[in-house]
């Protein structure tokens, strides 16, 4: 019996993407040493300062070391979370190039599944890469994961919640389709979402009502949740709280985005294949 | 015959003129624009508020300090908002050969292409962030007289003054490794390392922010100035050197474009 067409489609493509993405070695390498190095590094060098100025043992529910391990940890799994430049559909619909959605037996939502299938298996080899390392040449201060669940808790909630995120990121690029230019809404949604998740700062820091609200949502669970369930903060069943916020984020955002694509091409006027 | 003065300024008031008809064109945008930077200073803010809940101080930095040095964030970062757009379009450009126009050299080759982008929408996003510092100044107990005043211009013309130099000198990366988009991945290295003061950074590592890569002038140096961090005498011979940094990164720009090789027009 022959693959599903779109299966065959989502297999071919990802396989697209995962060349594509790996002749750029030199760039590739640098941006993700860059992107999973640096920001963790100055966050950590801030909280070092607010404990000696503070000459606290414990601050925000964990010591120094706790702190550290926290931010590490949420830095590792962000490298696995969606990210909105992988996405150009808003750019085709701008310039005119989704013209062949509508006569070719494909559907453009296969394709950016692809990029986001191609995303989890490269950033997946990049987050087991970093973990050896990390775990070989910092031992003490590295997150090591407090049982092999937990680890696999933490893989699956983020991946679910990266997929929210694709959901997400293809939802408002398919506002293109009305506004025209829409990287402000995206760049918008990346520092709300990314403050939503506890990377800029762990929610124990925040005011105890928000930091419970935030609990509630699918960047949470995609991020900092899966950072607690790693480092033993949370026990690991609460993996099923997780992918319950994240499934019902996706029964939101998943019709709300074939709505939107639907709309938005019934008013598409471009030439452009 | 216009004066060079007048030659550049003119250039810059056509491209002023230009952002403001692109810009009508995408109204919407307009709005969402200036939000996204009120998001951006509201995640900044709220991260900063909820940490001083927990401390008094980081080194030395105390909350109202820590406003002051977030007003110089957002001032420095509207600036390279209304003016430095095309920095972000440097490489591409760069490698589909379009700069063929730079080598007539209406003005100085760095103003003509990175000033081209002019952005009204962060006017407005200057206008918020301008009032944010001197609320977080009039707030913290300080005084609002002239020579307060005169700080202030030295401190902000230095922080735009530190993004021009900065985009320029990571755009030279451009040259020498083509289509390596190097310079983007600085730009957003840099943008990361200035939301914080240099203080909290190991020592080298501030130094090395402050001397070889000067990224302290978007935002701690100038609010370390007006705060009285620093002591008049270092603040005036560190502006000096970076006066002669800026001008060795200009000539330096000017002689990697001569690498610079394209077949179009």
Known sequence: MAVHPQVALLLQATLYELKKVTAWRMGFFVREIARALLRPLLTIFMFQAVFAAQGATELGGRDLDGTVRYLIAVAWIEGLIFHDRMLDLAEQIFQGYVTKYLVMPMRCFTLALARYVQFS???????????????????????????????LAALVLALAGSYCFLLLYFLLNSIAFWLEVVWTLLVMTRFVTMFLAGVMLPLSWMPEPLARALEYGFPYWSIAGPAEILLGERPVSDVWTGLAVIGVSITVLEPLRRVVWKRGLARYGGSGM | MKSRFAQHASILGQYARAGLARRAEFRVEFINQVVMDCVFYLVHILTFEFLYNSVDSIEGWSRADMRVFLGMVFVSDAFHMIWLGAAWFFSAELKDGRLDSLRLRPAHPVLVYFFQRFSPEACLNMLIALSYLVWAWVSAGHALDPATLGLFVWAILLTWLGRVTLAVLFSILEFRFLNSDLSRLFMLLSIETADRPIDVYPRRLAQFLLWLIPVATWSYFPAALVLGRIGPGFAALYTLFFLAF????????????????????
């Open chain 1, 121 to 151: 298996i490269t950033q997946t080899g990049v987050a087991a890469l970093l973990g050896i390392g990390g775990a070989l040449l910092l031992p003490g201060v590295w997150p090591l994961p407090v049982a092999p669940e937990a680890l």
């Open chain 2, 246 to 265: 800026t001008v060795l990164v200009m000539r330096w720009w000017r002689r990697s474009f001569r690498y610079y090789e394209s077949a179009l027009s």
